[in-house]
């Protein structure tokens, strides 16, 4: 009985990677690899870019999906902690897609029902690219996580980091890609 719990488990855990290796995140304004355009540069902190949320599409999440989660992280953030640029939540399952834009402080271009959370900026809503200059040119990782339940029930004050803990406590899959931006000297 024990090695058919076993092999039961582990065909399940490969049928749940392969399918994951479906889930894939894309966006129309910005290729993986690429720099970011100055859509997605803050405007603040000595950066003066438009500081807009790209477009964002997901496909192939898992079907038992109760909903989506998204963030986008600076892990070369010279903070010792990175640096969260967005973080949103309790996207419904029934979702896709993100326009540009959505990411406005007042979230008014998300569907309703989610949440964003303050980023390191000190609000919530997209805040953009602004390395400081001369550094090297930082990662940008967008991930969009599916979730194994239809709400993250986050307190109002949460931190990025309690989210993302949360999120990973009730993940199935994840997607991600990877931009980069940098300033001169």
């Given at each position: 009985?024990?090695?058919?719990?076993?092999?039961?488990?582990?065909?399940?855990?490969?049928?749940?990677?392969a399918h994951?290796?479906g889930?894939?995140?894309?966006?129309?304004?910005?290729?993986?690899?690429?720099?970011?355009?100055?859509?997605?540069?803050?405007?603040?902190?000595?950066?003066?870019?438009?500081?807009?949320?790209?477009?964002?599409?997901?496909?192939?999440?898992?079907?038992?999906?109760?909903?989506?989660?998204?963030?986008v992280?600076?892990?070369?953030?010279?903070?010792?902690?990175?640096?969260?640029?967005?973080?949103v939540?309790?996207?419904?399952?029934?979702?896709?897609?993100?326009?540009?834009?959505a990411?406005?402080?007042?979230?008014?271009?998300?569907?309703?029902?989610?949440?964003?959370?303050?980023?390191?900026?000190?609000?919530p809503?997209?805040?953009?690219?602004?390395?400081?200059?001369?550094?090297?040119?930082?990662?940008?990782?967008?991930?969009v996580?599916?979730l194994k339940?239809?709400?993250?029930?986050?307190?109002?004050?949460?931190?990025?980091?309690?989210?993302?803990?949360?999120?990973?406590?009730?993940?199935?899959?994840?997607?991600?890609?990877?931009a980069?931006?940098?300033?001169?000297?």
């Amino acid at each position: 009985m024990r090695i058919r719990t076993a092999s039961l488990a582990s065909l399940t855990l490969v049928a749940s990677l392969a399918h994951a290796a479906g889930f894939k995140l894309e966006s129309p304004t910005i290729k993986p690899g690429s720099k970011l355009s100055e859509a997605q540069v803050y405007n603040g902190f000595g950066c003066t870019g438009k500081n807009v949320s790209p477009a964002l599409k997901w496909s192939g999440a898992p079907k038992d999906a109760k909903s989506f989660a998204l963030t986008v992280y600076d892990p070369d953030a010279p903070t010792g902690s990175g640096w969260w640029h967005w973080v949103v939540y309790n996207i419904p399952a029934d979702v896709k897609e993100l326009p540009e834009g959505a990411g406005t402080i007042e979230g008014k271009g998300l569907p309703a029902g989610s949440k964003q959370a303050k980023t390191d900026f000190g609000a919530p809503g997209f805040g953009g690219a602004c390395p400081p200059p001369g550094d090297k040119p930082h990662r940008y990782i967008f991930t969009v996580y599916a979730l194994k339940t239809d709400k993250l029930d986050i307190p109002p004050e949460g931190t990025a980091a309690l989210i993302g803990f949360t999120i990973n406590a009730n993940k199935l899959a994840s997607a991600s890609f990877t931009a980069k931006y940098g300033r001169a000297k």
